[in-house]
């Protein structure tokens, strides 16, 4: 059984960065694609970003691309095959949310799609004041 769980969540002011980790245990990411969504309150989930762990290829959503980069090369030591992480910058409070890591093997065509993933984290709540 894999687990995710996220870790980085918290307050920024406008302009700001974060950077969210996501780290499972039970198995690694190799193999799989890692994703980032993100629910604000009164809305549904989005896709935010997401890595094919193996061939590191990333996605982008509109929303956040060239304000976010997903990477599994930001984590050191023993957790490097199990982790990823989501640098954000420039942060807005329109991106205030919680970011929910989800882990699977979704086709191209499928992967922002929350659906295509298998296993989620609890979230990290960032919240964003102007």
């Known amino acids: 059984q894999v687990q995710l769980a996220e870790a980085g969540g918290g307050w920024v002011q406008a302009g700001g960065s974060l950077t969210l980790s996501c780290t499972a245990t039970g198995r690694t990411f190799s193999g799989y694609k890692v994703a980032w969504f993100r629910q604000a309150p009164g809305k549904d989930r989005e896709f935010v970003a997401a890595i094919s762990f193996s061939e590191r290829r990333t996605y982008y959503a509109d929303a956040v691309k060239g304000r976010c980069t997903i990477s599994r090369d930001n984590i050191s030591g023993d957790n490097n095959r199990n982790a990823v992480s989501l640098q954000m910058s420039s942060l807005q409070p329109e991106d205030t949310a919680v970011y929910y890591c989800?882990?699977?093997?979704?086709?191209?065509?499928?992967?922002?799609?929350?659906?295509?993933?298998?296993?989620w984290g609890q979230g990290t709540q960032v919240t964003v004041s102007s």
């Open positions: 989800a882990t699977g093997r979704p086709i191209l065509s499928s992967l922002r799609y929350e659906t295509a993933y298998h296993y």
